[in-house]
Structure formats: C-alpha cells, structure tokens
Nanobody, 117 residues
Framework: QVQLMESGGGLVQPGGSLRLSCAAS????????MGWYRQAPGKEREFVAR???????DYLPAVKGRFTGSRDNAKNMVYLDMNNLKPEDTAVYYC???????????WGQGTQVTVSS
C-alpha cells in the first residue's frame, strides 16, 4: 500500500523552528519529485518546496531562506526544516510524491503547524 506519513508538526512561537518528516512506504529513489505543500484555513493548497531526485529544491518565495527541504532516498524519508517561523506559516502541511515535476501522484494525510504566541 502506497503511504506517506508526516510527523513533526505542532505549536511554536513566532521565530521558532520545527522539522517535519515524511516517511514513505515505498522506495522514493525513483520518484522524480518529493514535495511539501500547505493549506491554511480558507485558502487553497500551495506548494512550499519541490525536491528533485538529484536533491535540487525549488521554494515558494515566501519561505525561501527560512525553510530547507531535503530527501534521503536510502531511508525513504523527506524533510522540511522550518526556521524563523511566522504566524502566516500556520497551515496543514502535506508531503507529496510525483512522477513528474508539476504533478502529484500521492499525498500524505497532513500535519498541523501552528505559529502563535
């Protein structure tokens, strides 16, 4: 069964940090793009980071310089390190897997990140 399982979300104060992890039930070595998306209440889901098989990463401009996406193909894990978090980063964060750059074939169930004092 194809499964992506996120963990690491929670409540953090502005300026704080969190690390999200995503465990895949399948080998991600052959997956073109592993990604992170987020959806805030009342808003559409938006991409946060796309990590290619070679490890190159594209970011949403609003998070560039604060967030770092990475993948470990040997462990079938994907990570999102989030620093200097802002209240506007509050959202449910989803892990994704896609066979081509702009497509998503599999989604995780999401993990809540809340940035508040």
């Amino acid at each position: 069964q194809v499964q992506l399982m996120e963990s690491g979300g929670g409540l953090v104060q502005p300026g704080g940090s969190l690390r999200l992890s995503c465990a895949a039930s399948f080998s991600i070595a052959g997956i073109s793009v592993m990604g992170w998306y987020r959806q805030a209440p009342g808003k559409e889901r938006e991409f946060v980071a796309r990590i290619t098989r070679s490890g190159s990463v594209d970011y949403l401009p609003a998070v560039k310089g604060r967030f770092t996406g990475s993948r470990d193909n040997a462990k079938n894990m994907v990570y999102l390190d989030m620093n200097n978090l802002k209240p506007e980063d509050t959202a449910v964060y989803y892990c994704s897997a896609g066979k081509s750059y702009y497509e998503v074939d599999y989604w995780g169930q999401g993990t809540q990140v809340t940035v508040s004092s």
